[in-house]
């Protein structure tokens, strides 16, 4: 009888389960409720974490300035399990059962990709904080935090190449290598195409398959075309892997590029040294001048301090984060209502001031100007250093 | 096979289809969608894995197939979506074949070097399509694909895709669950090599259930293909998906047809209750821990542990009926009828028959006849050959020379379940039941294979009559390890009887048996001859040989020393050489 006792126990469970999915969709007034999913847990939940935090941050602001529209803003978020058919049918629980005024986008794109499928059978307005590729984003009432570009393939290459155009000795020389990983790779095809057009001579091109572990073969091949750049299409620990490959057969390449390693590792590692790689804000002047950025960088650091954060500055996907709710704060103010399309048609035509600069969204897939910009390690932090205008005070790029 | 219940499935699966009509919000259809989807994958890997034994971890390899053929096909050249899923069915299938097909062929790829070999596939797999123009890296974006109108919005379509194919993986699982396959499938999973001895086409078996189990998984993966909208090989050939079936399956309990739908039901419905962001962690601990402890204390599965109580309640006294016969048997051996003379017949003709191992000739150049009707003694110190002579004619070994002519056809080198089918049957030493299933499975499920080759229904009946036989009506629903040596041995009895042999091989059926146990076991051998049935008697225990055959044949080395009757064989000097040794005086 204690297993039948089990038994009934365990059903209990699964129809909880069922029943609270199942609760009645709360009231219009009151609290304007804004939902959305992250992946709390999985395989991308140390990066989710960080825009978790974020939202945390901003809602607490927003309400201690009144809320939106004189109502208090609830933030709904729910666990997608790094699982975009998780993702999926949880945005359909928010929109269709919970009921909540307004999306705001999960963590990564093949969630962002889910809940622009649900947001768009609904018409609800998306805005998302880090989608890497423009190109799958058809919906027109989707909104890029990221501000990426419609051809960041073409577009964040040649701000690369730009950057080191303009050094006393430019690389002639060029060996891509690139993780398989889908919004790295396409973006480090486009590398090859502008290295060539550019007149940049290619003489490696390698790719890996995304969770391999070994680089020995691969930094063993870069050091035997010597390359003047090395680009790597890297995320995460993979771009430290292959330094420390390269490093265990006394090879240090004269340049080096990734293009979204894991922030804190890559910034402290030794023999990461002159790293180069892309930014939309680091917590450096300019950035800092604008007094929303300078408060969000205190609160920030502080926070993530707190929750024990193994890299706690304000750099990509937490600066993508704070921007997408400074647009969702600024269609919702502007238009003074919480209408899914007025909201869209508002963003479409107007241009929002961030703490990564400007916004717009009239190119191609809603995609405005690609805001990218060069950083590199300098003494153990990440500094802006192209264009000109956004690079911490006297900061050039450094070479071996 | 219950036609409620598959009516049941059906029924049930009709009024679910209702719901995109009933104004529910669209949440639920997506959210019993993932349930459909769960089910599916976990039900068809059951297929396979629960009822076979062949645990995989390749699932996600077969269910990765039919999400890249959808997906290729339908967002990469433009297939309409429906046409794609006959095809992720296919692809898959046709993988899993491939993979069946040279695997299988290999006894020793059983158990983990199986399920690593599986999983390896999955990466194999994963590597081909990343590296091909199949995905090449950025992954398959199918949000303009046309979705078939099969329900007021596009949600509900791809709901009513979930549950169709659900309904038909629990349909199927279900039939072949209560099917002669079904009963093949159990057998291989509880002992392969007995089960091909027993009749079951094991190889052709396996390879069914693996070919069922890929296409169901192509299927889901083909509809999920649309479902996520977006499609990658690192999310499509996780670890998560193998590991999450596999936990679902042994939840609900892998020995039952709907158990791993119900294991499915379970942790997705507890996955789902933990995405409050707020606790999410810790939720996703609980959920770890409830499971631990789920199979900690039902390892047999939910549906296991719920058989095992029902099989507690219903099961009576440990008593043993004494075998059906006409007239009690005496204490001492006492022939119920009188002995019919053998034919002069030949029933089975083995000619040169050799079997060497590594070297060693086990069996060397054995020549001899069975006729109809007889009971030949095969006789021989420890380690002379008998127990291979006995594999090698039920075809559990493959001889290495010589002929076995059973009934005009030469049998040898073929598989052990055409042995079986021909008409022959065997016990075994140390009995070999088939440990999960109860006596009465266990005898039925020779019915079906065996010589008699019967449906599933005239098994089960046939099957009674012959545990009544040997006495074991009382035990019928009992498991083989409630069961002592004695009833044991019996049911080795019963179950190669229930085959209906021409050509019975007893081998060494009364070791370990009492006195009183042994007499009653000559007295049920007798009644077997009686009843037409050829035997080859594998016996060390001498006065059961002097009672029972009619003419002994005596093997020292793998070679055949003596042939003859009885009393003068054993006084043959090379017989007692070999029994006592020479003198050397």
Known sequence: ?400 | MNKVILSGIFAIGAAFAALPWLGVPAFWESFLYLLFHWIILAVSWNILSGYTGYFSFGHGAFFGAGIYGSAYLAGTIGWPFLATLPAAILVAAALGVGLGAVVFRVARVRGELFALLTLAITFVLATIILNTKIDGGPGIYLIGVDIPKLGPSQSASIYMMGLVAAVVTLAISYIIYASKFGTGLFAIHDDEDVAEVMGVPTYRYKLYALAISCGLAGLAGGIHAVFISYVTVSETFSIAVPLSVVLMSILGGSRHWIGPAVGAVFITCLLYFFTSGDYAVFGRAMVGLILVIVILFMPSGVLGMIAQWWRGRTRPAAAVSPPVHEAAPTAAIVRLAAKPAPSTDVLLQVRGLTKAFAGLRAVDNVTLEVRKGEILGLIGPNGSGKSTFINLVSGHFKPTAGEIIFEGQNLAGLDAHRFAQAGIARTYQIPRPFSQMTVLENVAMVAMFGGAGMSRTEALQAAEEFIAFAGLSQRAHALPDDLNLHQRKFLELARALAARPRLLMLDEVLSGLTPSEINEAIEMIQRIRDRGTTIIFVEHVMRAVMALTDRIVVLNYGAMIAQGNATDVMNEDSVKAAYLGKAHA
């Open chain 1, 1 to 400: 009888m204690k297993s039948l006792k089990r038994i009934a126990t365990l059903a209990a469970i699964a129809a909880g389960c069922l029943g609270l999915a199942a609760l009645p969709a709360q009231a219009q007034s009151g609290p304007i409720r804004i939902g959305s999913t992250l992946a709390l847990t999985g395989p991308l939940s140390a990066t989710a974490l960080v825009h978790k935090l974020v939202g945390e941050i901003y809602v607490e602001d927003l309400n201690s300035r009144g809320g939106l529209l004189g109502r208090k803003v609830e933030w709904t978020v729910k666990d997608d399990q790094s699982k975009p058919e998780v993702a999926r049918t949880l945005y359909e629980q928010l929109v269709t059962s919970d009921k909540v005024d307004l999306l705001m986008g999960p963590y990564a794109t093949g969630a962002i990709l889910s809940a622009m499928g649900v947001a768009q059978r609904y018409n609800k307005i998306l805005i998302h904080h880090t989608m890497g590729i423009p190109s799958l984003a058809k919906y027109d009432m989707h909104f890029p935090a990221w501000s990426l570009g419609p051809d960041p393939g073409t577009t964040v290459p040649n701000t690369l190449f730009d950057a080191l155009a303009a050094l006393p000795k430019p690389p002639k020389t060029v060996a891509i290598v690139t993780s398989k990983f889908p919004s790295l790779h396409f973006l480090s095809l486009g590398a090859r195409e502008v290295a060539k057009k550019r007149g940049l001579q290619e003489v490696l091109f390698l790719e890996w398959e995304f969770g391999n572990r070994d680089f020995g073969p691969i930094a063993a091949r870069v050091k035997d075309a010597k390359p003047d750049l090395v680009f790597v299409g890297d995320i995460g620990l993979e771009g430290n892997m292959l330094l420390e490959a390269m490093k265990k057969i006394d090879y240090e390449p004269p340049l080096h590029f990734h293009l979204y390693p894991a922030p804190g590792p890559m910034a402290t590692a030794p023999e990461t040294k002159n790293a180069l790689s892309v930014t939309i804000f680091e917590e450096h002047a300019p950035y800092t001048n604008n007094p929303v950025a300078a408060k969000f960088v205190a609160t920030y650091n502080a926070r993530a301090k707190a929750a024990g954060f193994p890299y706690t500055k304000v750099e990509v996907q937490a600066a993508a984060s704070f921007t997408a709710w400074q647009l969702l704060e600024a269609a919702v103010v502007a238009t003074k209502s919480l209408d899914d399309r007025k909201l869209a048609d508002w963003l479409k035509a107007n241009q929002v001031p961030t703490i990564q600069g400007t916004l717009r969204f009239d190119k191609g897939n809603n995609f405005g100007d690609d805001l990218m910009r060069i950083k590199q390690v300098q003494n153990g932090n990440w500094v802006t250093v192209w264009p000109k205008a956004w690079a911490a005070p006297g900061a050039t790029i450094k070479t071996q």
